[in-house]
């Protein structure tokens, strides 16, 4: 069976956070709704360098958020306060 691995680290980088994404919400606890996306991305933030691509992405999905439901919409602010870091990486505490 052939690999589809990319040999540049960016690209590398990429193809590895989409393949284990699902994973990812078991390890941070996030649940797989909007308020569990935004969580997870903001996690991302905090793990990776902030590049502009990971805060417009987490940008979008909370203009999107916002835009569908309003009236929920300060629970998905909250989401970023929350996420509870994995045990022992310091990292995102509430």
Not at 64 to 71: G, I, P, R, S
Not at 82 to 88: A, N, Q
């Amino acid at each position: 069976m052939t690999s589809n691995i990319p040999n540049d680290d960016r690209s590398f980088l990429m193809w590895h956070i989409t393949e284990t994404h699902d994973i990812w919400h078991v390890v941070t606890g996030s649940n797989t709704n909007i308020t569990g996306e935004i969580e997870l991305e903001a996690f991302y933030v905090a793990q990776l360098i902030a590049s502009r691509f990971w805060l417009a992405l987490l940008c979008k999905n909370l203009f999107k958020a916002a835009l569908q439901n309003v009236e929920v919409s300060h629970q998905y602010m909250d989401a970023l306060l929350t996420l509870k870091s994995p045990k022992g990486t310091g990292i995102l505490h509430s």
